[in-house]
């Protein structure tokens, strides 16, 4: 296909030809006159004049065909409109080439693609003039690009001109759409591999889209437009915070302090600690708030502070929350004592119980005790013959050594003799089932008489802590010096001193009978009390029952292995049943059957005369 040139300066560049456009068409239309065109009849219905010269204008028709329009239809219009339109023309003679219309040049694409990617279109144009190419193609990438002057371009259109070579104006654009595309990043075809491919033939053109496709165009293809940012108002200047303790210190107290954003003030928040309000406290908050406590240097500089509390940050407002009341460090530890005290003693109570059960479970099996005393039995008869002299007992720490003692094989131990002799008497008594009534003694290894007596120690400190608060705060009120919360708080410490002294003589009552329990279990293993521990008598129990098991096992195992092997060494009958010894009347029957076939044989005659 032949395709049409745009003259250069100096060269040429190719450009695909296109169809005549529809605004050429009505250009036609206008300037012959022969038909009526849509701007006669926008006329003929009352458009006004300048509104129907914009109209021609928008769509495209040359500054000529609209002047002799208005002259023809004898039309008054105002001089702008005309100025305006002869300005177009001018520009049209002369307008730069496209940057599409560069992209078809294949010395020239590259430094579009450049341009496209970022580069400044100044560095881009010094490039080509490092690689050498022609100044015509440079001077046309400056003017798409607007690196040119009017004045320059007013001089090259007189060289051009004096030379016989006018600048070309823009190639006739299709239909163009309205709105902004996506673009498609394709690589264009190079122009000498056009002519025999399928792109060489020119049968589809863009004015061949008519108006509703490029408005489907558009509604599928358009780009989105940036979404405007809200304009974020600049911030208030805030009021500088009046630094009084530490700013590491300040900030750390102060993000502590928003787990108590339930308080409107830290004056409330320090009313409710007084008052026992447990509506939005609780023990966990009470202790962090007892880590947030000023000092008493912290003290001394906020009471120090005479300007007020206008500027103070969170920290300086709570800890002057604080020093308007008297002991307040006490009163919370008397609060927090009063949340604290019940799960405190029901938990005391609670390894008092399971301490005395296992105890006396221990005691009271008989089970054991025969366990025990046949493996010191099984132990005096070993050590007989090596000359050691009878044991009437053995420790905690020997029975372990004991029961664990293997023999020549190396694989059964004294235990495993113990129990497999049991196994074969039929273990009438039930000896080595005495782990199922010592149920309590598997929880009560990690109770310690020790730790018991400790936090009965601690419940009695917090209880004399909270009655001294108390009897100091009624002397004030009794002398009138108290704070006005002073009275609810001694309501509420009394009525909890009340409650606690009873739970505290009960638990001390019941600590003295598990301790008389502890010293009969070391005494019924005839240990040292001051020198072993219930848990460790309870964990070598707990051992001593799983090596009973594993024997108890290991027995059954070689019981089924024997009578496998047995039942494999008796050979096998083969009658199916047991052979039975006849009876006397079928001898007889038996008997008088054989001679009667004897006698037919010999023709012997029977005894009755008849012949047989």
């Known amino acids: ?26 250009e036609i239309e206008v300037e012959t006159g022969t038909a009526p065109t849509k701007y006669s009849k926008m ?15 928008a769509d495209g028709v040359s500054s000529s065909a609209i002047e002799s329009f208005v002259q023809r239809n004898k039309l008054e219009v105002s001089d702008k409109n005309i100025e305006s339109s002869k300005k177009s023309g001018s520009d049209e003679q002369f307008s730069c080439p496209s940057k599409e219309d560069l992209m078809m040049d294949e010395e020239l694409s590259k430094f579009v693609k450049m341009a496209a990617v970022g580069v400044p279109a100044a560095a881009v144009a010094r490039k080509m003039g490092l690689e050498n190419v022609p100044a015509e193609k440079v001077f046309m990438f400056k003017r798409a690009f607007g690196l040119v002057s009017k004045e320059e371009i007013g001089q090259k259109e007189t060289v051009s001109q004096a030379a016989g070579h006018p600048l070309p104006p823009c190639p006739p654009s299709g239909r163009r759409p309205t709105v902004k595309m996506q673009k498609i990043h394709w690589k264009p075809v190079a122009e000498e591999k056009l002519h025999d491919s399928l792109w060489a033939s020119g049968d589809f053109a863009e004015s061949d889209v008519d108006q509703a496709e490029l408005e489907q165009l558009e509604s599928l293809f358009g780009a989105k437009s940036p979404t405007l940012q809200r304009k974020i108002a600049p911030a208030k200047s805030k009021k500088k915070e009046i630094q009084l303790i530490e700013l590491k210190r300040a900030n750390n107290v102060a993000i502590s302090l928003a787990q108590f954003r ?7 928040l320090c009313q409710a600690v007084v008052a026992h309000n447990c509506e939005h406290l609780d023990s966990e908050k009470l202790v962090n708030l007892q880590s947030l406590l000023p000092t008493f240097q912290e003290l001394e500089t906020i009471k120090k502070h005479k300007a007020g509390t206008e500027g103070l940050g969170s920290a300086e407002l709570f800890f002057f929350a604080v020093s308007k009341i008297p002991r307040f460090a006490q009163k919370l530890h008397a609060f927090l004592s009063a949340l604290q005290f019940p799960d405190q003693v029901k938990e005391t109570m609670h390894m008092l119980e399971l301490l005395g059960n296992a105890c006396s479970q221990v005691i009271e099996s008989q089970k054991l005790a025969s366990m025990l005393r046949r493996l010191l039995v099984v132990g005096n008869i070993m050590n007989e013959s090596s000359g050691k002299p009878k044991a009437a007992g053995i420790t905690l720490d020997s029975l372990l050594k004991t029961a664990k003692k293997k023999g020549t094989d190396k694989k059964t131990t004294v235990l495993d003799h113990v129990v497999a002799t049991l196994m ?25 008489i020790r730790e018991i007596r400790t936090s009965f120690k601690e419940l009695q400190v917090r209880m004399r802590t909270v009655h001294a608060t108390l009897e100091l705060e009624e002397k004030n009120l009794q002398e009138g010096t108290a704070c006005p919360s002073t009275r609810k708080f001694v309501e509420c410490s009394h009525s909890f001193t009340a409650k606690a002294k009873e739970y505290i003589e009960e638990i001390g009552s019941k600590l003295k009978v598990v301790e008389g329990k502890v010293k009969c279990l070391c005494s019924f293993f005839a240990e040292d009390e001051s020198l072993c521990q219930s848990t460790s008598i309870f964990g070598v129990l707990v051992e001593f029952a799983k090596l009973v098991e594993k024997s108890k096992e290991s027995w059954s195992r070689k019981k089924r292995a024997e009578k496998r092997r047995v039942a494999m060494n008796t050979p096998i009958k083969t009658f199916r049943g047991t052979p039975t010894k006849p009876s006397r009347q079928e001898e007889n029957s038996r008997s008088q059957l054989l001679q009667s076939i004897s006698r037919r044989r010999l023709c012997i005659p029977s005894s009755d005369g008849d012949e047989q």
């Not at 074969?424 to 310690?448: L, S, Y």
Request: a negative charge.
């Open 1 to 26: 296909a032949d395709l049409s040139t745009i003259n250069c300066i100096g060269g040429v560049l190719p450009v695909p030809p296109k169809e005549p456009t529809a605004s050429k068409a009505t």
């Open 43 to 57: 006329l003929l219905v009352g458009v006004p004049p300048d509104s129907v010269i914009h109209k021609m204008k």
């Open 262 to 268: 339930a308080f409107k003030h830290y004056d409330e």
């Open 424 to 448: 074969k008497q039929g273990d009438p008594e039930n000896t080595m089932d005495f782990w199922q009534t010592m149920h309590n003694v598997r929880n009560a290894i990690r109770v310690d």
